[in-house]
């Protein structure tokens, strides 16, 4: 019983893990996820400024 437990924690982990790995790993979703970053930190710099 605890071994069945134990494979099915397991497969469930390894599932987590590998699509963990697979999201946002294609070229189209990092240059959106950058871009979004850059305007960002351009209002952020924007409102922070010292004057």
């Known amino acids: 019983m605890i071994l069945l437990i ?3 924690f397991f497969a469930l ?3 987590v893990l590998f699509s ?3 999201a946002g790993n294609d070229p189209l ?3 959106i996820s950058d871009q979004e970053q850059m305007e960002f930190l351009a209002a952020w710099e ?3 400024k010292r004057k």
Do not use: E, V
Request: with cysteine; hydrophobic share 45%.
């Open 6 to 8: 134990l494979i099915i």
């Open 13 to 15: 982990q390894t599932l």
């Open 46 to 48: 924007k409102n922070h």
């Open 29 to 31: 979703s990092q240059a």
């Open 20 to 22: 963990c790995l697979a």
